[in-house]
C-alpha cells in the first residue's frame, strides 16, 4: 500500500518561502504522476503543480512564477518551492500520486489514487 509523506509546512510571513517535500514508499517510474493539490475549508481542492511524465511540469494560473515543482526520481520524492507567498495561498497541502494518468487528467482530483496526510500552509503577518 503506497504512502505518501509530506514535510515542510507551518507559518511564514507574505513574501517570504518554503519548501514542502513529499516521498512515496513504493516505486515510482516516468508513467508515475506526482504533484500537489490544496484546500481551504469550504471550498474544493484545488490543482497546484504536478510532474507528469517526469520531466513535464502543470502549475496552476494563480501559482505559476512563483512557485517551482522538481522530482527526484531516485528518491521517490517531489519538492514544491513556494516563493513570494500570499495570505491566500494559505491552505492544507496534499500530495499525490497517480499512475498511468492521462495529459487531460492532470488537474483534476479524482485522477490521483493516493493522496498524503495533507500539510499547513499559512501565510499571515
Known amino acids: 500500500q503506497e504512502q505518501l509523506t509530506e514535510s515542510g509546512g507551518g507559518l511564514v510571513q507574505p513574501g517570504g518561502s518554503l519548501l514542502l517535500s513529499c516521498a512515496a514508499s513504493e516505486r515510482t517510474s516516468r508513467s508515475t504522476t506526482m504533484g500537489w493539490f490544496r484546500q481551504t475549508p469550504g471550498k474544493e481542492r484545488e490543482f497546484v503543480a504536478a510532474?507528469?511524465?517526469?520531466?513535464?511540469?502543470y502549475y496552476a494560473d494563480s501559482v505559476k512564477g512563483r512557485f517551482s515543482l522538481s522530482r527526484d526520481n531516485a528518491k521517490k520524492t517531489v519538492y514544491l518551492q513556494m516563493t513570494n507567498l500570499k495570505p491566500e495561498d494559505t491552505a492544507v497541502y496534499y500530495c499525490?500520486?497517480?499512475?498511468?494518468?492521462?495529459?487531460?487528467?492532470?488537474?483534476?482530483?479524482?485522477?490521483?489514487?493516493?493522496w498524503g496526510q495533507g500539510t499547513q500552509v499559512t501565510v499571515s503577518s
Open positions: 499525490v500520486r497517480g499512475d498511468k494518468l492521462r495529459h487531460s487528467s492532470v488537474r483534476r482530483f479524482d485522477a490521483y489514487r493516493y
Open positions: 510532474s507528469f511524465r517526469s520531466p513535464s511540469t
